[in-house]
C-alpha cells in the first residue's frame, strides 16, 4: 500500500493575501512527514514531524502562531493517536512548549491512566 498523508491548516479563514503561504506551509509538512515515513519511521512519527512542522510556522494557529488567550496569553492543546493500538496522548492549555503534539506523544508513551 502507498502510504499518503494528508494535512490541514485549520478551520478558520485564509487572511487575505496569505494564501500562498498558508499552502507552502501545508505542503513543507506533507513532504516533512513523507520524508519520515521514507526513512523508516512509523507512522505516529509522521504524523508528529508533520505536526510539528505546521506548530513552528507562524503562519498556523498552532505552536509558535498560536493566537493569544483573553489574558493575553499562549496557551496551546494538543491530540495524538496511534490508530493501530488506539492509544492516544493529549495536553490542554500548555504553556511555554515550542511543540505541544511532542508533549501529547509523551503523555501517550509514557502515561498509564487505566490498566
Known sequence: MKPVIVV??????IMPGKDEKYMLGVKRAVVSGFKKLQQGGSVVDAVEEAVVVMENDPIFNAGRGSVLNEH????MDAIIMDGKNLET????AVRNIA???????LVMEKV????
Open 8 to 13: 490541514h491548516g485549520g478551520a478558520g479563514a
Open 72 to 75: 493575553g496569553e499562549i496557551e
Open 89 to 92: 496522548g493529549a495536553v490542554s
Open 99 to 105: 511543540n505541544p503534539v511532542k508533549l501529547a506523544r
Open 112 to 115: 498509564t491512566v487505566f490498566t
